[in-house]
């Protein structure tokens, strides 16, 4: 199957700018799906899902678009993609869903015609991004905005795992520039806490090292915080800051988030919580209303922590076990 060249317009860009990156990742998907193709499981079933494996890495792709271009989407007020375009991110992770069912439980058969449709899916997204996305993106966004995205582009990753972020000096961190880039912090040495006193590098190191994904969103609905681990259960970046919590859900859990929302402004809620599987794991999300001393909503802070391995513990453990 041949494939055009980058258009014009794309390879007169910088190497490191987002929308041709973006470009060149979408030749390298087309590479990956043709190899998807020419892999039938009935004939090498190892090695159609080392290939499927890495095609399950269109993750990260979805996930910079959904938390880095389309908030700046949002600012330049086109919102479209946010809602239709992220309907069809679910559609093809739904697929890749069945297709890893269907792998676990070596139904070869059912194989063939979900692979099928999930080239034709990820092709008619291609074909959208590439003549309709890019191309406004291109035009409403400012060179300040696609600067801003290089540095979250690079903290959630490619498809391609062998790409290398080719603009940020090597000796300041990912974490650094995106503080620089995002929050001017306070020139406060020490903060009085309810219990205690602690510096802001402290508390940063503090949420940086607590084992659960936090966000914390204001009463205006925007997300004014999300602690940045290194294991996080779902990925963030520097572009999510100041986005209407609204556009940071998939468009079918929308309805459920504002009314949690409307739910804790009210008064009448304090908590929600669920439970899902997330990737071969339990991850448990719970939301909870924030409120000053006079009970005045302040915002809502999530929390989400994959607790398969806590499910598995039984009985105590009192010792210390590093030597065993």
């Not at 439980?105 to 309709?132: A, Q």
């Not at 994904?213 to 940045?228: G, I, L, Q, S």
């Not at 079918?252 to 071969?280: C, H, M, N, P, Y």
């Amino acid at each position: 199957m041949h494939y055009p060249k980058l258009p014009d317009y794309i390879t007169g860009l910088p190497e490191s700018h987002s929308l041709r990156v973006y470009f060149e990742e979408n030749e390298f998907i087309k590479r990956l799906l043709v190899e998807l193709q020419m892999s039938p499981p009935h004939q090498d079933f190892q090695k159609f899902v080392n290939v499927f494996n890495h095609v399950c890495e269109i993750e990260k792709r979805y996930a910079r678009k959904e938390n880095q271009l389309f908030p700046y989407l949002e600012k330049r007020g086109w919102f479209g993609p946010s809602q239709g375009m992220w309907s069809f991110h679910d559609s093809i992770r739904d697929i890749l869903r069945t297709i890893r069912g269907q792998i676990d439980n070596k139904e070869i058969k059912s194989l063939s015609e979900s692979v099928r449709l999930l080239i034709e899916n990820m092709h008619h997204m291609i074909h959208v991004e590439e003549n309709r996305l890019f191309p406004n993106a291109l035009q409403l966004l400012q060179p300040e905005d696609w600067a801003a995205m290089t540095t979250g582009d690079e903290e959630i990753g490619w498809v391609d795992r062998d790409r290398r972020a080719t603009t940020a000096p090597a000796t300041e961190s990912i974490a650094e520039r995106s503080q620089t880039a995002a929050v001017e912090f306070p020139d406060v040495s020490k903060l009085k806490m309810d219990e205690g006193v602690l510096n802001l590098e402290q508390i940063n190191l503090i949420l940086k090292f607590l084992p659960v994904d936090v966000t914390f969103v204001d009463e205006n609905d925007k997300v004014a915080f999300y602690n940045r681990g290194e294991e996080r259960v779902f990925p963030r970046s520097a572009g999510v800051i100041g986005r209407e919590v609204r556009f940071c859900h998939p468009p079918k859990s929308v309805d459920t988030v504002l009314r949690i929302l409307e739910e804790f402004k009210a008064g009448r809620k304090d908590e929600a919580e669920f439970w899902i599987q997330f990737k071969g794991r339990t991850i448990h999300i719970r939301y909870f209303a924030v409120r000053d001393k006079e009970k005045k909503y302040k915002g809502v802070l999530e929390m989400s922590q994959d607790i398969t391995d806590i499910q598995k513990i039984q009985g105590e453990k009192r010792l210390l076990s590093w030597d065993q």
